[in-house]
Nanobody
């Protein structure tokens, strides 16, 4: 079964860190560029970060550049999003997906940044 399962979201205070994980199954993970997206409350889903299939290249939205780091472990079929210096505006449901031939969206993981 082709599946993406996100985890790691939590309620944190501004300035704190979180590490999100996305476990993939049912396809050859190492062949795909992977993205992290987020959907803030009441807003459209937006692209946050991208990592190429072998992990050699990454790209970030301007709003998270310098604070977030995307990485992957192809042996574990998992892509990660390290989020440092979290801000209230980072509050959103976070999702992962393939760049090409996107899969049905998973359930996402909720990140709430609030004091």
């Amino acid at each position: 079964q082709v599946q993406l399962v996100e985890s790691g979201g939590d309620l944190v205070q501004p300035g704190e860190s979180l590490r999100l994980s996305c476990a993939a199954s049912g396809f050859t993970f190492s062949r795909y560029t992977m993205n992290w997206y987020r959907q803030p409350p009441g807003k459209e889903r937006e692209l946050v970060a991208t990592i190429t299939s072998a992990g050699g290249s990454t790209n970030y939205a301007d709003s998270v550049k310098g604070r977030f780091t995307i990485s992957r472990n192809n042996a574990k079929n998992t892509v990660y999003l390290q989020m440092d210096g979290l801000k209230p505006e980072d509050t959103a449901v976070y999702y992962c997906n393939r760049l090409a031939a996107m899969l049905p969206w998973g359930q996402g993981t909720q990140v709430t940044v609030s004091s």
